[in-house]
């Protein structure tokens, strides 16, 4: 525990204090008025990146038998169960984001069999899974595409793709105006079978990723069909929920028209393209998938759990996939993508409480995951997301203290949260990978290393000296897939399980709070009158967590009982990037 004990919780310090806490200000209730007990209202669920994670067979790769392996790990952390990235058989162009089928386990990760292991594993000892589900997109290797290329334009297997004549007098420009989110045209050209030509001059396919991840489309009412049978296969096996991928796209605009600014849909590699994205008709997909779930727990009365991503641009346009009857719950991204900067953080964690709450559902709140730069990095320098410009190397500065802070005020917040591998390390990005390992198709394809993805998906270090620190084993091991910088020693699992200052016995004391404490979870948060450069928070009858945003200290807010800090607070301080948790006195209330 790092927090200096302050006795009865008096100031040892003389400055006036900072009035924290003080009357209520800003009041948005985190409680949905739902009190039906859930347990993916407020679960904590670890991001399992099976590629990086654990390694058996000594090829480089994660696979599903390192992550069992990795369970009791995982237990002892203390969070409730796991969201695995796509393990289906893929041809890896966006890391199995590129499904070639939906219901087989790619052999590089391991078979159904040890699947189903796995998903035993993990209930015996308590933990959820949930497994990561693509169906904006497939793999071109899927056999959907490969019918649609051999039998040619206007057949049924074409049908369930987006595919169009070109454009100009041959048709040689794609059918509209649309870029793809990892850069370039949305459109590629084929070669129709029997064509004389060498050179593609066929009809062209919609793809919003990357050209082997073609788009389908859920007008044809073959691919929900399909969908929900894939659903089945996995929820008969025992999978506890799905994590669905793109959650906001699968509808195009009925006449794919050109977008009205190429050039934003472009720069930003964000959904943008309002025709491409957010289409109304995508919440029928929703209402159907929860009508599914509710299915099997009237049958066994387990919930299930659909959890989004939704890339849509307002906190209000978001609330609408997360009503009664659709998703479980969308992660809220503008708590990912804030500037370490006092308003914002209090802003959008107002907006995320006021419209996400506000629908029943609870806040799904996230500072990690697979495809962003990891919080020491990028708090340390704030260059906008990218890794331009960040200094290589283990990082420093204030990067680690202000990661630690967020992360205790992420768990302190109503609702529920995930937690990306190596968060709980406090692993850097690795920033200086060198170019001819990248594996991006973000950098492929644009030449880019702004936004690049590769950073925060290094293999984890989990003992020694050097690489592969434990990640692969056995004397004829490859080199992780990707590698490990010298100084991920730093951040091995078992100097951190050694050493109860570091960030991962800050996490797994945040959890056990979380745990034990009926203030911490879903309920209610009242915002405190605090110093500028201060967020504070009450939760329930008196749990308070603040965070100062300053380099300053201020004075800490007392009479209470210590009960979690991110870093040392000497007595009676609260330290600039720096987050406590404390039980409010009933006197000071
Ligand atoms: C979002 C996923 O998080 C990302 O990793 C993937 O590349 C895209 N969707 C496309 O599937």
């Not at 399992?48 to 009791?72: E, K, M, N």
């Not at 920033?431 to 984890?460: A, F, K, M, N, W």
């Not at 270090?461 to 084993?473: E, L, V, Y």
């Not at 800050?506 to 009158?529: A, I, K, V």
Request: proline share 9%; aromatic share 10%; with cysteine.
């Amino acid at each position: 525990m790092l927090i200096a004990t302050a006795g009865n919780g008096s100031s040892a310090d003389s400055t006036p204090s900072p009035s924290l806490p003080g009357p209520a200000s800003a009041a948005p209730s985190a409680d949905s008025g739902d009190t039906a007990r859930h347990w993916w209202r407020d679960a904590v669920i670890y991001q399992v990146y099976v590629r990086s994670f654990l390694d058996t067979t000594g090829d480089g790769i994660g696979d599903l038998a390192g992550v069992r392996t990795g369970l009791p790990y995982l237990k002892k952390l203390g969070v409730d169960g796991i969201w695995l990235s796509p393990c289906y058989p893929s041809p890896q162009h966006d890391h199995g984001y590129d499904v070639a089928d939906y219901r087989d386990v790619d052999p590089v990760y391991g078979d159904l069999a040890e699947f189903d292991r796995l998903v035993a594993d993990a209930h015996r000892l308590g933990l959820k899974v949930l497994l990561d589900i693509v169906p904006n997109h497939c793999s071109s290797e899927h056999p959907w595409f490969r019918a649609a290329l051999a039998d040619g334009p206007g057949s049924p297997a074409r049908s369930l793709f987006h595919f169009a004549d070109g454009r100009g007098v041959d048709g040689e420009l794609p059918p509209n105006n649309w870029r793809a989110m990892f850069g370039g045209p949305a459109w590629s050209r084929v070669k129709e079978a029997g064509s004389a030509s060498e050179a593609p001059t066929g009809q062209w396919y919609l793809h919003m990723f990357t050209p082997e991840q073609p788009d389908l489309n859920w007008r044809n009412p073959a691919v929900a069909a399909d969908f929900e049978d894939v659903l089945r296969f996995w929820l008969d096996r025992g999978v506890d929920g799905f994590r669905i991928d793109v959650a906001a796209g699968l509808f195009k605009h009925p006449e794919l028209p050109d977008s009205p600014d190429p050039a934003a849909d472009e720069r930003t590699r964000d959904s943008v393209n309002p025709l491409a994205w957010n289409q109304p008709e995508v919440h029928q997909v929703w209402r159907d998938w929860r009508a599914l779930c509710e299915e099997y727990t009237a049958r066994d009365g387990r919930d299930r759990l659909l959890v989004g991503e939704v890339s849509v641009r307002t906190p209000s346009e978001q609330a609408a996939y997360v009503r009664p009857d659709e998703l479980h719950q969308a992660f809220f991204f503008h708590l990912l993508t804030a500037r370490w900067d006092v308003d914002t953080f209090r802003r959008v964690i107002t907006e995320a409480l006021t419209d996400i709450a506000g629908t029943g559902s609870t806040v799904t709140w996230v500072l990690n995951n697979h495809d962003q730069v990891r919080t020491v990095t990028r708090y340390a320098t704030e260059p906008g997301g990218g890794v331009e410009g960040i200094a290589a190397g283990p990082g420093g500065g204030l990067g680690p203290a202000r990661a630690r802070a967020a992360a205790l005020l992420m768990l302190a917040l109503p609702g529920a949260a995930y937690v990306y591998q190596g968060e709980e390390l406090g692993l850097p990005e690795v920033v200086d990978l060198p170019d001819e390992v990248l594996t991006d198709p973000i950098y492929h394809r644009t030449g880019s290393r702004q936004h690049i993805r590769d950073g925060c998906r290094v293999p984890l270090p989990w003992s020694g000296h050097a690489s592969p620190f434990g990640f692969t084993s056995g004397t004829d091991a490859a080199r992780p897939w990707l590698p490990q910088p010298a100084w991920f020693a730093e951040h091995a699992t078992d100097r951190a399980l050694a050493d109860t200052r570091s960030f991962w016995h800050l996490y797994r004391e945040g959890l056990q709070l979380r745990r034990s404490l009926p203030q911490l979870g879903e309920g209610t948060l009242r915002w405190l009158d605090s110093p500028s450069q201060v967020l504070a928070f009450v939760r329930g009858d008196g749990l308070v967590c603040a965070v100062n945003f300053g380099t300053e200290p201020v004075s800490a807010p007392a009479p209470g009982l210590p009960l979690l800090a991110s870093g040392d607070c000497p007595a009676g301080t609260l330290p600039g990037s720096t987050a406590a948790w404390w039980m409010h006195a009933p006197e000071a209330q």
